[in-house]
């Protein structure tokens, strides 16, 4: 039995190869192929959350404004200005905005419903396309005050 051992083991270093050094490149190839789709998947997660974040606020800064404003082309213009403002403070342009109101803007007790829509772009690809994978929205309803 031990001469079975030996002979087997004596054997097994004949035909074993020298792998010294292949691990990097095992590493380095795993790394490359598991890696950058995985980081890019995580910029891409980002960037969603950035645009999300965008929409919301601009959607509740745009009503806020359009509630306190004096005449409705007012209100209106402050409220398109507010959703500018706030989406390039996150990088982005080209919102949509919508607006709406469930009685006669700006009339007491009225509420106004501000939405706004936004094609959120692809990290690193949008830069030579416009591809866009995302959309996301947010609507903000405020009521305008009851006694001026």
Same mark, same amino acid.
Do not use: W
């Given at each position: 039995?031990?001469?079975?051992?030996?002979?087997?083991?004596?054997?097994?270093?004949?035909?074993?190869?020298?792998?010294?050094?292949?691990?990097?490149?095992?590493?380095?190839?795993?790394?490359?192929?598991?890696?950058?789709?995985?980081?890019?998947?995580?910029?891409?997660?980002?960037?969603?959350?950035?645009?999300?974040?965008?929409? *919301?606020?601009?959607?509740?800064?745009?009503?806020?404004?359009? &509630?306190? +404003?004096?005449?409705?082309?007012? %209100?209106? !213009?402050?409220?398109?200005?507010?959703?500018?403002?706030?989406?390039?403070?996150?990088?982005?342009?080209?919102?949509?905005?919508?607006?709406?109101?469930?009685?006669?803007?700006?009339?007491?007790?009225?509420?106004?419903?501000?939405?706004?829509?936004?094609? *959120?772009?692809?990290?690193?690809?949008?830069?030579?396309?416009? &591809?866009? +994978?995302?959309?996301?929205?947010? %609507?903000? !309803?405020?009521?305008?005050?009851?006694?001026?």
């Amino acid at each position: 039995m031990a001469n079975l051992l030996k002979a087997f083991l004596l054997g097994l270093g004949k035909n074993a190869r020298d792998e010294s050094g292949n691990a990097i490149v095992e590493f380095i190839f795993a790394a490359t192929v598991l890696l950058i789709p995985m980081i890019y998947l995580i910029l891409a997660a980002s960037h969603l959350q950035a645009g999300s974040y965008a929409v *919301v606020g601009a959607a509740d800064q745009a009503a806020k404004v359009f &509630a306190i +404003a004096e005449t409705p082309a007012q %209100a209106h !213009s402050n409220a398109e200005e507010a959703v500018r403002r706030t989406m390039h403070n996150f990088g982005y342009t080209g919102a949509k905005t919508t607006i709406s109101c469930d009685s006669e803007c700006l009339s007491p007790g009225s509420v106004v419903t501000v939405t706004v829509e936004l094609d *959120v772009p692809l990290p690193f690809v949008s830069q030579m396309f416009t &591809a866009s +994978a995302f959309s996301v929205d947010s %609507a903000a !309803s405020q009521r305008v005050d009851q006694f001026g």
